[in-house]
Nanobody, 114 residues
Framework: QVQLVESGGGLVQAGGSLSLSCAAS????????MGWYRQAPGKQREQVAR???????NYADSVKGRFTISRDNAKNTVNLRMNSLKPENTAVYYC????????WGPGPQVTVSS
């Protein structure tokens, strides 16, 4: 099974930007849709963005216009660029396939200070 390893994240002030990267141990070209998810303390995991193998994207309303998801099938990577970050974006972020997820990785922490 393909394994996913996320990187990036960290601490940033509100209004700042961060980029997350997800590297797959195998080919993702056969995975039609890849997504980025997040889980804030005390909340359920939610999807924030997803991208198809052809490049079609969908975003949660709360991140539209601020987050950008991209994928490189040749490099087996999926990235998330997050701009204009808000304290409520603080969470652990994960990448995974959609709608049938693979094994979840530990995910990087993103902390946005006010």
């Amino acid at each position: 099974q393909v394994q996913l390893v996320e990187s990036g994240g960290g601490l940033v002030q509100a209004g700042g930007s961060l980029s997350l990267s997800c590297a797959a141990s195998g080919s993702i070209i056969s995975i039609n849709v890849m997504g980025w998810y997040r889980q804030a303390p005390g909340k359920q995991r939610e999807q924030v963005a997803r991208i198809s193998s052809s490049g079609s994207t969908n975003y949660a309303d709360s991140v539209k216009g601020r987050f950008t998801i991209s994928r490189d099938n040749a490099k087996n990577t999926v990235n998330l660029r997050m701009n204009s970050l808000k304290p409520e974006n603080t969470a652990v972020y994960y990448c995974n396939a959609w709608p049938m997820p693979l094994r979840w990785g530990p995910g990087p922490q993103v902390t946005v200070s006010s």
